[in-house]
């Protein structure tokens, strides 16, 4: 049987594009498609994926693993939505198929017998936390050296890459614009602290209160889970400890629209009563009423990195240049403060005002 | 080499188990996990999946084919978000993975070859049109009897399933709350005629029409590609032709979002000069000012069935249970007018009142 680069040769392209012709994927100029197809023919070049994926030990897909939330619609949601586009559009370009997985946060996820079993060449992992089980999976892959990357959570554990976002940083501006404006008693509604980006958003609201010599008061911390569900129940809670409020920072945007909407139910008016400030910069932030103050946050980007740094991975060029370039520019960017592991990139924040607050 | 239901026997548990604990994948009890890893390590077995898929001729695999438009996040899309996720969490049920695959609308797309190199078992597909190419494509799958399921587009071919909604009745009820409330001079602005879900769109616009002694005016019909953008863009034509006009329907809430936004910036108010409908129920719908009249369409279960389809086929129960519930409730809905093929299944549509109209 003939190979892929006696195709590529008699073609006249590279390698991958033969790939993505025999594939059927990537955007493929209709004259290249029918030199790939006319040189496969004469050389009775068949790609079975199956099969050659079988002997040379790959299969072509990439794995995306993602939590599994009953009853949560994650690709509704704008966090997942963009990352996930952010991939895809990398492994598209790259002829590289998306297998989507999903793990029950609850259990241990068999990460590496999915090398092992050859259904991905390699992983990247969303909405993973620092709980014990899911952590003990992730370190499997990062210990038998399999290639992978972490989307958003950051685990400081040489061998596992990790792109992210400077939370710290985008809650430490949010923070430090409420206090400019003159409010002292700001009440935070954060997500789980398992995750490390929910942690480091704490980080950052304590540090601009201790810059005015303030530190967060426990009775007006609240928690969510991220969900608007989440925001609404929360503005029970939030009610209940208005007289010690003059401020809301939130975690994400959709926490913040419910946790406005119970407020709103409630009789208290943002921002008038309360400003609020959220977090994504979601498409969502600026249809509210009032528009939201929030944190953009580079999803897109994010996902796009992370893909690119698993597919430098597997073509050998994990010290070429898309690497080095992007590892450079967030070397430069961790000299700002945060201690991540050497491999992790952490994606700039900014702080965008609207209304809200 | 132990076989899979050997394992099943030892461990109490079925075969289907089995694979979802040895894949990774699928909400397993703990205790289930640990009798079935016991089994199998007992038994001396170990599920390769590219092996054993090679053996089978079956990949595990379920692929999900979406158009490829460069710079759009057809994740960020409600349209799309909700038909992968009611997908995903049939497949996620069934312990199938989700092959994610982009075809570029342009080019012919050899669907057939995924099957033979067995990267997918059976396919899904969304976005798809009647462009030749397009159909073409999709009927090669028909043509030698491949599982697949069409997503919201009508062939009305035998052998080729499809899963959409009544949009004819959809855009009928729209068009009818208009006239009702006493407009005359209704404009449409669809999405392209190449979509069986467009065309149908309009033709229960027209028929709403008829019933009251009119006929679309050639004048007030707009077209946009359902992006914000397009509906944004359209403003500017829909502005021009303002005297003629005293309603505007639009196929989508993406485009009708964007023509209020651009038909604002020209100073026209709506719902005070015009009043706007939108279609899909999106969640941007409620949020906006102001909120959105629609047309409700249930999405996620639309992607519930089609995988159910493929599932059905695949379990070789086509006349199995789940499949002749899934037929006779929709026969049932067909006698109401749409002529589909026997295996097309719509949903039911409904409008959605809130202050756009």
Redesign the interface.
């Given at each position: 049987m003939a190979t892929r680069r006696e195709v590529a040769e008699l073609a006249g392209v590279s390698e991958a594009t033969v790939s993505r012709v025999?594939?059927?994927?990537?955007?493929?100029k209709?004259e290249t498609?029918r030199k790939v197809a006319a040189a496969a023919d004469r050389l009775g070049y068949?790609?079975?994926?199956?099969?050659s994926?079988?002997a040379k030990g790959r299969?072509?897909?990439i794995g995306v693993v993602l939590p599994?939330v009953?009853k949560v619609?994650?690709?509704?949601t704008?966090y997942?939505?963009?990352i996930?586009?952010g991939i895809?559009d990398v492994l598209?370009q790259a002829g590289y198929?998306?297998?989507?997985?999903?793990?029950?946060p609850q259990?241990r996820?068999?990460?590496v017998?999915?090398y092992?079993?050859?259904?991905v060449d390699a992983c990247l992992i969303l909405g993973a936390s620092d709980l014990p089980e899911e952590a003990a999976s992730v370190f499997a892959l990062a210990d038998e050296g399999l290639p992978c990357c972490v989307v958003d959570q950051r685990y400081a554990r040489p061998g596992l890459p990790c792109v992210g976002a400077d939370h710290r940083a985008g809650a430490y501006a949010a923070a430090r614009y409420m206090l400019d404006a003159g409010h002292r008693r700001i009440g935070f509604l954060n997500g789980s602290p398992h995750y490390s980006n929910s942690a480091d958003r704490y980080e950052g609201y304590r540090q601009a209160l201790a810059e005015t010599g303030l530190s967060p008061d426990p009775a007006i911390q609240f928690e969510g889970n991220y969900s608007r569900k989440s925001g609404q129940e929360a503005a029970g809670a939030i009610f209940d400890r208005l007289e010690a409020l003059d401020g809301l920072l939130c975690a994400n945007d959709r926490m913040a629209?419910g946790a406005i909407q119970g407020l709103r139910e409630r009789g208290v008016a943002v921002p008038e009563r309360l400003p609020v400030i959220g977090y994504d910069n979601s498409?969502?932030s600026s249809?509210?009423?009032p528009p939201l103050t929030t944190v953009e946050v580079p999803f897109?980007e994010m996902g796009r990195l992370a893909a690119e740094s698993v597919m430098a991975r597997l073509s050998g060029e994990s010290g070429g240049s898309s690497g080095v370039e992007v590892a450079e520019g967030a070397a430069a960017y961790h000299a700002n403060g945060s201690k991540p592991a050497a491999e992790d990139i952490l994606l700039p924040t900014q702080l965008i005002i609207r209304r809200s607050c």
């Open positions: 025999m594939n059927g994927v990537g955007p493929i209709e498609r068949q790609l079975n994926a199956l099969a994926g079988f299969s072509g897909n599994h009953p619609r994650l690709f509704s704008y997942f939505s963009e996930l586009s895809g598209h198929g998306l297998l989507l997985l999903y793990r029950n259990a996820y068999d990460y017998s999915l092992r079993t050859r259904r629209i498409d969502a249809l509210t009423d897109y």
